[in-house]
């Protein structure tokens, strides 16, 4: 299976926000066994998630949507995705019931704005939202699947790691010898350690080696047969363990 990433919000365009979503998602995509083509930052208008949905979709079994999914943004992801499949939105009462309760355990009125986001494409599934307002929307369509959660980081984190990583686990079992290991470094520079391990990189052909840097971090993914990457990872750490 592989995928392509869309990070939905003006605000990653103009530098005001920094898109960790896109990263966690790779992640955990990539300790799946699912490939990641591309992944796309675009404007949260409808025209511009139709013409990334088109060509994601030309190439990608799946496709991941972040943003666009809450009261602040008048939904435009949800009312985008209905029109991209054409269709409608309906109101769903288990989301209606779990909005009241959310609400009500906080002391807060529910306003109208709140309740629409009980309203789902009739063709979509949802992926309940715990921490939030607005759960996810899985559509299933022939060989594609779509899939869209909330952009709020700690909110899609959740929700990939408790909804959407099981559904993907049945829908692409991984390979029977096919192990992931992550060493996470620190004050470590992605080029500095691409050096230490150049030769290793490109003489163990079996393993895959990517590069996750973030601020002060730097995460290194090895994946392949079990007994190659025990090899493998045993040398690495010789190398870069300090």
Same mark, same amino acid.
């Given at each position: 299976?592989?995928?392509?990433?869309?990070?939905?919000?003006?605000?990653?365009?103009?530098?005001?926000?920094?898109?960790?979503?896109?990263?966690?998602?790779?992640?955990?995509?990539?300790?799946?066994?699912?490939?990641?083509?591309?992944?796309?930052?675009?404007?949260?208008?409808?025209?511009?998630?139709?013409?990334?949905?088109?060509?994601?979709?030309?190439?990608?079994?799946?496709?991941?949507?972040?943003?666009? /999914?809450?009261?602040?943004?008048?939904?435009?992801?949800?009312? %985008?995705?209905?029109?991209?499949?054409?269709?409608?939105?309906?109101?769903?009462?288990?989301?209606?019931?779990?909005? *009241?309760?959310?609400?009500?355990?906080?002391?807060?009125?529910? $306003?109208?704005?709140?309740?629409?986001?009980?309203?789902?494409? %009739?063709? %979509?599934?949802?992926?309940?939202?715990?921490?939030?307002?607005?759960?996810?929307? /899985?559509? *299933?369509?022939?060989?594609?699947?779509?899939?869209?959660?909330?952009?709020?980081?700690?909110?899609?984190?959740?929700?990939?790691?408790?909804?959407?990583?099981?559904?993907?686990?049945?829908?692409?079992?991984?390979?029977?010898?096919?192990?992931?290991?992550?060493?996470?470094?620190?004050?470590?520079?992605?080029?500095?350690?691409?050096?230490?391990?150049?030769?290793?990189? *490109?003489?163990?052909?079996?393993? $895959?080696?990517?590069?996750?840097?973030?601020?002060?971090?730097?995460?290194?993914?090895? %994946?392949?047969?079990?007994?190659?990457?025990?090899?493998?990872?045993?040398?690495? /750490?010789?190398?870069?363990?300090?």
């Amino acid at each position: 299976m592989n995928a392509s990433i869309i990070s939905i919000g003006t605000e990653l365009l103009s530098g005001r926000t920094v898109n960790t979503n896109s990263t966690e998602i790779s992640k955990l995509l990539y300790l799946n066994d699912i490939d990641i083509i591309r992944s796309l930052s675009i404007h949260d208008t409808s025209a511009d998630i139709k013409k990334a949905l088109d060509y994601c979709l030309a190439d990608s079994d799946l496709c991941i949507l972040t943003g666009g /999914l809450g009261p602040t943004n008048d939904d435009i992801t949800k009312l %985008s995705l209905c029109n991209y499949f054409d269709d409608e939105l309906v109101l769903n009462e288990t989301e209606l019931d779990r909005l *009241e309760q959310w609400f009500r355990k906080r002391n807060r009125v529910m $306003s109208d704005v709140n309740r629409q986001q009980a309203y789902y494409p %009739s063709k %979509s599934r949802q992926f309940i939202n715990d921490l939030g307002t607005a759960s996810g929307i /899985l559509f *299933e369509e022939t060989d594609k699947i779509v899939i869209s959660l909330p952009g709020v980081p700690h909110e899609m984190i959740h929700l990939m790691n408790n909804r959407v990583m099981p559904y993907l686990r049945e829908k692409n079992p991984q390979r029977k010898d096919h192990h992931s290991l992550i060493f996470r470094l620190v004050n470590k520079a992605e080029s500095d350690v691409f050096k230490i391990l150049e030769d290793m990189i *490109e003489h163990n052909k079996q393993i $895959s080696f990517a590069f996750y840097p973030n601020f002060m971090l730097l995460d290194l993914i090895l %994946s392949g047969p079990q007994k190659q990457l025990d090899q493998v990872a045993t040398e690495v /750490l010789e190398r870069i363990g300090d």
